[in-house]
């Protein structure tokens, strides 16, 4: 079965700590990965990809398929990171605009 | 660009009435797609569409109905109202594609069923 994971429902930090979000995924072919975020009273947006492999706000996140990870990672967290964080994966091949989401990972990153 | 458009914002539903939540794109995006919000289970799709005439289910369709029979809409109509029902609905719409396709989402709607 198709499904996304992530294990943590809240992840609370200092400011200037590390952060990484765990996602972990169950998909037989070649998935695409993103992360989604929700910061505070705005609309769901996507943070990055990870067929673009690029850093967005410090935030990284490499695909891993042996381990079927796709954590997301930050070197220093900052209060402004603080929002509710979603793992999604899309049928790379066979795209139709479908997404499969995690149940979400709240961010607080205390000053 | 407005982007994405839901309405009503927020809506309250008495069990067994019906409703219709709308959405429109004006990003000329083949793809959109409906998506339901819930506490600890992340954000789950209901219908969705790859163009004008042609709609197809996501994992939990049951108790909704949608339409597309224009680019730019694609309403979501709640039949009968339940209780299971109350959540936070999403509309999203993307190009077509097959690698990194971005979703653009709306600002969501609130719905309520007593």
């Known amino acids: 079965a198709q499904r996304v994971t992530q294990p943590e429902k809240l992840l609370s930090v200092f400011k200037g700590a590390p952060v990484e979000l765990k996602c972990n995924y169950s998909?037989?072919?070649?998935?695409?990965l993103f992360w989604y975020v929700q910061y505070s009273r705005q609309r769901l947006q996507l943070l990055l990809r990870?067929?673009s492999r690029e850093s967005i706000k410090g935030f990284t996140a490499d695909l891993n398929k042996g381990e079927t990870s796709f954590h997301l990672k930050k070197p220093f967290a900052q209060e402004e990171d603080s929002a509710m964080y979603y793992c999604?994966?899309?049928?790379?091949?066979?795209?139709?605009?479908?997404?499969?989401f995690g149940q979400g990972t709240t961010l607080q990153v205390k000053p | 660009n407005a982007g994405v458009t839901q309405t009503p914002k927020f809506q309250v539903l008495k069990t067994g009435q019906s409703m219709t939540l709308q959405c429109a794109q004006d990003m000329n995006h083949e793809y959109m797609s409906w998506y339901r919000q819930d506490p600890g289970m992340g954000l789950r799709l209901i219908h969705y569409?790859?163009?004008?005439?042609?709609?197809d289910q996501g994992e939990v369709p049951n108790g909704y109905n949608v339409s597309r029979s224009t680019t730019e809409d694609f309403p979501l109509r709640l039949l009968s109202a339940a209780p299971s029902q109350t959540s936070v609905y999403f509309c999203?719409?993307?190009?077509?594609?097959?690698?990194?396709?971005?979703?653009?989402f709306g600002p969501g709607t609130r719905l309520t069923v007593l």
């Open positions: 999604a994966l899309s049928h790379g091949s066979s795209n139709t605009g479908k997404l499969i």
């Open positions: 990870h067929i």
């Open positions: 569409s790859v163009g004008a005439g042609i709609t």
């Open positions: 999203a719409s993307s190009l077509a594609g097959t690698s990194g396709i971005e979703q653009f």
């Open positions: 998909y037989s072919g070649s998935p695409e």
